[in-house]
């Protein structure tokens, strides 16, 4: 029903930024909560950031709160990450995630279809 792609990973100075984009197709996201997750090795998959269909709101892990920012652009049925002052900690493969529902979500069981990810690396 819903194609999710990652883009924009990459390798960056611990410091820097990057911007991580979701791009959908099959439905419109208007109507679909979002969220990011990442996936650091040898550790289970956690919860980065979410945005709500009708808002919108969001919400954000304790780790990247004041850090990261998560958009969306339903024009375009595009989210976004912004990543600022990355951290080693962030590096991970980083996935999309999108639930038909209202409010945010920030368990992973909750979300119904998953990008393939894209690899963040944040080096010194």
């Known amino acids: 029903q819903v194609q999710l792609v990652e883009s924009g990973g990459g390798l960056v100075q611990a410091g820097g930024s990057l911007r991580l984009s979701c791009a959908a197709s099959?439905?419109?996201?208007?109507?679909?909560?979002m969220g990011w997750f990442r996936q650091a090795p040898g550790k289970e998959r956690e919860f980065v950031a979410t945005?709500?269909?009708?808002?919108?709101?969001?919400n954000y892990a304790d780790s990247v709160k004041g850090r990261f920012t998560i958009s969306r652009d339903n024009a375009k049925n595009t989210v976004y990450l912004q990543m600022d002052s990355l951290k080693l900690e962030d590096t991970a493969v980083y996935y999309c995630?999108?639930?038909?529902?209202?409010?945010?979500?920030?368990?992973?069981?909750?979300?119904?279809?998953w990008g393939q990810g894209t690899q963040v690396t944040v080096s010194s």
């Open positions: 099959g439905r419109t996201l208007s109507s679909y909560t």
């Open positions: 995630a999108a639930v038909g529902a209202l409010g945010v979500r920030v368990r992973s069981n909750d979300y119904a279809y």
């Open positions: 945005i709500s269909s009708v808002g919108p709101m969001t």
